[in-house]
């Protein structure tokens, strides 16, 4: 059984300094990994995600993150925090089959503070 | 493109009603639909998967009886709260995945729907 591990429920930066978020997996295979981002009371949007290829992975609004397969992680960095990033963000892990479904860490709250 | 609708976007109910939501695909065929559940200050839990034409494969602990899930057609799933009670007030979010070129389907999350029964 897959599982994802994100430490913490809140991280706090502020307006213009570095973003970390962790994340953690357990698969018996190499699976495939995302992260999402969720706004109050909304759906979730996709930042990025690993299949394939390069392990740097590139998403949205200037998220990066990094598969590292011999430390089972795949955290997520911003180099410049902006207040629109204050939201709940969650690492995903899914199967590499076509329609596999997606297991979600408990999520991290991020704040920004001007 | 590929974007999800959910309606109602909320409700609220009495005990022992039941509540249907509704999911749609808007700009592709969705082969899977999957409905999350999310209490509060909670991560998403999937419920079941379901594929056009086919019945719902519900995940364990999921009542299949109290929250039955339709998936007709290939733009639209349907997840009816039966008989609901309290305990069943939460956000409920979809997902639908179609036929990707990469080998991989994309999940495209709707906008959820926030459930009250009093």
């Known amino acids: 059984a897959q599982s994802v591990t994100q430490l913490g429920s809140h991280v706090s930066v502020s307006e213009g300094a570095l973003v970390l978020l962790r994340c953690n997996y357990s698969?018996?295979?190499?699976?495939?990994l995302f992260w999402y981002v969720q706004y109050p009371n909304q759906g979730l949007q996709l930042l990025l995600k690993?299949?394939?290829?390069?392990?740097l992975v590139k998403g949205i609004n200037g998220f990066e993150a990094e598969f590292k397969k011999s430390e089972t992680s795949f955290h997520l960095t911003k180099p410049s925090a902006h207040m629109s990033d204050a939201a709940e963000y969650f690492c995903?892990?899914?199967?590499?089959?076509?329609?596999?479904?997606?297991?979600f860490g408990k999520g991290i709250t991020l704040s920004v503070r001007p | 493109g590929a974007v999800v609708s959910q309606h109602p976007s909320w409700v609220i109910c009495k005990s022992g009603t039941s509540v249907k939501i509704e999911c749609r695909s808007l700009d592709f065929q969705a082969t899977t639909m999957f409905w999350y559940r999310q209490f509060p200050k909670q991560s998403l839990m999937l419920m079941a998967t379901?594929?056009?034409?086919?019945?719902?494969?519900?995940e364990q602990g999921v009542e299949k009886d109290k929250f039955l899930i339709n998936h007709a057609s290939l733009t639209l799933s349907t997840l009816t709260v039966t008989s609901a009670h309290p305990e069943d007030s939460s956000f409920y979010i979809c997902?639908?995945?179609?036929?990707?070129?990469?080998?991989?389907?994309?999940?495209?999350f709707g906008p959820g729907t926030r459930l009250t029964v009093l």
């Open positions: 690993y299949t394939t290829g390069a392990t």
């Open positions: 997902s639908a995945s179609g036929q990707g070129t990469s080998g991989y389907n994309e999940q495209f």
């Open positions: 995903a892990v899914s199967d590499r089959g076509a329609n596999s479904k997606l297991t």
């Open positions: 379901s594929n056009e034409g086919s019945k719902a494969t519900y």
């Open positions: 698969s018996s295979v190499p699976p495939y």
